[in-house]
Every structure is written in structure tokens, then in C-alpha cells.
């Protein structure tokens, strides 16, 4: 799995998902702990769940904290200000194209037209 993938969306809900894996890895590799090359298997496959998990977990309350204190240094007539869905789609279009996630829109023949009477 692409570790861009993994950390979209919430990393919370993933980090359950995983450690249940673990969990449930965990207990398969005890019902088979006679068999030592499927308990030592197992054993490695529920501590990488169980690791990513756990990741997961401390990654997405990272993300919250530092969601948290920079929402707390927006002034309240800004943050006011940005409730509107245009106001957020203005928002999320520049800092796309700010931080190279969305190249610039490709000018339009008319703008190019316009361009050229201006010079």
C-alpha cells in the first residue's frame, strides 16, 4: 500500500483496522504455536500490524494537535469569515496551487487574445 494512500483520510479509523489485524494475527499465531514456522510467521505478521497500527494511532493524533493549534491562531473574524463553501474552495484552489498540487490553469484562448491587444 502507497504511504500517501495510507495516510489520507483518517489515519484513526485505519489505525483500528490494523491493529484488529493484529490482534486477530496474534491470535491465530497461538491457536498454531505447535507449528513453529507458521507461529513465527504469524508472530512477524501481527507485530507489523500491530507497529503500523500503533503508527497510525500517533499519527493522527499528531494531526490533530496540530490542526488544533493552527485553528488556534486564526483570528475569529477570519476563521468567521472562511465558513462559506466558497470562501473554502477559494482556500483549498490557492494553497493547492501554492504548494504545487494543482499546476496553474492553462490560459484560454480568449486570455491569450486579450493578452496580446494589452502589449
Not at 45 to 55: P, W
Not at 62 to 80: C, F, M, N, T, Y
Request: aromatic fraction near 6%; hydrophobic fraction near 40%.
Amino acid at each position: 500500500m502507497a504511504l500517501q494512500r495510507l495516510l489520507s483520510g483518517d489515519p484513526s479509523k485505519s489505525s483500528k483496522l490494523y491493529i484488529a489485524i493484529g490482534l486477530l494475527s496474534l491470535a491465530k499465531a497461538i491457536v498454531v504455536y505447535k507449528d513453529r514456522n507458521r507461529f513465527r510467521r504469524e508472530l512477524i505478521d501481527a507485530a507489523l500490524f500491530l507497529g503500523v497500527g500503533i503508527t497510525l494511532r500517533k499519527y493522527s493524533q499528531l494531526k490533530a494537535e496540530k490542526r488544533e493549534e493552527i485553528e488556534s491562531q486564526v483570528p475569529d473574524w477570519l476563521a468567521g469569515a472562511a465558513q462559506s463553501e466558497a470562501a473554502r474552495r477559494g482556500v483549498r484552489s490557492v494553497a493547492k496551487r501554492k504548494l504545487g498540487g494543482e499546476s496553474e490553469p492553462e490560459p484560454t484562448l480568449r486570455d491569450r487574445a486579450r493578452d496580446a491587444v494589452s502589449r
